[in-house]
C-alpha cells in the first residue's frame, strides 16, 4: 500500500491504518508521519475531522471525550 496517498481516503479507514502502524511499526506520531510522509499536524488534523486526537502516552488515536 502507498502510505503517501492515505490522506486522501475515508478518515475511518485511515484511522484504523494509523493506529495499526502505531501498534506495531511506529513509536511516535513524528516517526508515523515520516513513513507516510505527510506533516504530523495535517495527520492530526484530518482525523480530528472525525472526533479523534493523538495520545502521545498511549502512542495511539483515542476518541475525543464529550
Known sequence: MDLTKCMNMDA???????NDKLRHECRSLHSLAAMM???ERQLESRLA????HYEEDLNQFRPDIK
Open 12 to 18: 475511518n479507514i485511515l484511522l484504523g491504518i494509523a
Open 37 to 39: 510522509d505527510v506533516n
Open 49 to 52: 475531522e472525525i472526533g479523534f
